[in-house]
C-alpha cells in the first residue's frame, strides 16, 4: 500500500562518485531485463537493457551486469552526476509479452 | 525521437465520476501497454493489447475499468465509476509487438479522485 511506497530503498551517493544499484529478479526463465529512470512525476524513461546470453552491458556512463546464478541485476552509473537522482525500476521479460517490475530504488546526489 | 503520447497529463475527478485516459503508442509498435503505478511502486500491468486483441485483462478490475483499442493504434483507458482508491498514475507504454521487444513509456496521466 502508500506506507510501504513511501519507504523505497534510498541510495545517496557523493556527485562524482559511482553508483551501483541492485535488483532481485524472480523467474529464473526470465531472459531480457530493462533498466528505467523515473523522475517525479514523469513516465519510465529506457536506459539499458541486457538479454540472458549476456552477462555485462554498457553505455554510456552506464553498465548492466547480470549474474543469472543467483538472479541478480545490476545497474552502474559512472560518475554520478545531479541530474541522476530519480527512482531507478529493473524490468523482467520471460519470452512473453508480460514485464515485471522491481520495487524501485531512489537515488539521491549529494552536492 | 518517436514517443509514446498521452492526455490528459492530470486529471482531478470527483468519485463517482467517470474518467478517460488516451493513449498513442510510437507508429508501428503492435502491443500496447496500460499500466497502474501508485506512489513509490513499479508500475503493475493492467491491461495488454496486441493490435486490436486484447492479449492479457487479468489485473483490470472490470466492473469499473474498460479499455479499448479499436483500429490497432492509439488506445483508451476508462473508469467508471472512479472511487478515492484508483487514485494513481496511469501509464502507457508500446513495443514493436514480438516477444522481449523494448517496452517505452508515455510521461503518464496523473489522477486525483477527491
Known amino acids: 500500500g502508500e506506507s510501504v511506497g513511501l519507504h523505497l530503498p534510498t541510495l545517496s551517493v557523493q556527485e562524482g562518485d559511482n553508483s551501483i544499484i541492485n535488483c532481485a529478479y524472480s523467474n529464473s526463465a526470465s531472459d531480457y531485463f530493462i533498466w528505467y529512470k523515473q523522475e517525479s512525476g514523469k513516465g519510465p524513461q529506457f536506459i539499458i537493457d541486457?538479454?540472458?546470453?549476456?552477462d555485462k552491458r554498457q553505455g554510456q556512463r552506464v553498465t548492466v551486469l547480470l549474474n543469472k546464478t543467483v538472479k541478480h541485476l545490476s545497474l552502474q552509473i559512472a560518475a554520478t552526476q545531479p541530474g541522476d537522482s530519480a527512482v531507478y525500476f529493473c524490468a523482467e521479460n520471460s519470452g512473453t509479452y508480460k514485464y515485471i517490475f522491481g520495487t524501485g530504488t531512489r537515488l539521491k546526489v549529494l552536492a | 525521437e518517436a514517443e509514446v503520447a498521452q492526455s490528459p497529463r492530470y486529471k482531478i475527478t470527483e468519485k463517482s465520476q467517470a474518467v478517460a485516459f488516451w493513449c498513442d503508442p510510437i507508429?508501428?509498435?503492435?502491443?500496447l501497454y496500460w499500466y497502474r503505478q501508485i506512489l513509490g511502486q513499479g508500475p503493475e500491468l493492467l491491461v495488454q493489447?496486441?493490435?486490436?486483441?486484447?492479449?492479457?485483462d487479468s489485473q483490470l478490475p472490470k466492473d469499473r475499468f474498460s479499455a479499448e483499442r479499436l483500429k490497432g493504434v492509439d488506445s483508451t483507458l476508462k473508469i467508471q465509476p472512479a472511487e478515492l482508491g484508483d487514485s494513481a498514475m496511469y501509464l502507457c507504454a508500446s513495443s514493436l509487438g514480438s516477444s522481449a521487444d523494448t517496452q517505452y513509456f508515455g510521461p503518464g496521466t496523473r489522477l486525483t479522485v477527491l
Open positions: 541486457i538479454r540472458s546470453n549476456m
Open positions: 507508429s508501428g509498435h503492435a502491443t
Open positions: 493489447f496486441q493490435d486490436e486483441s486484447v492479449v492479457d
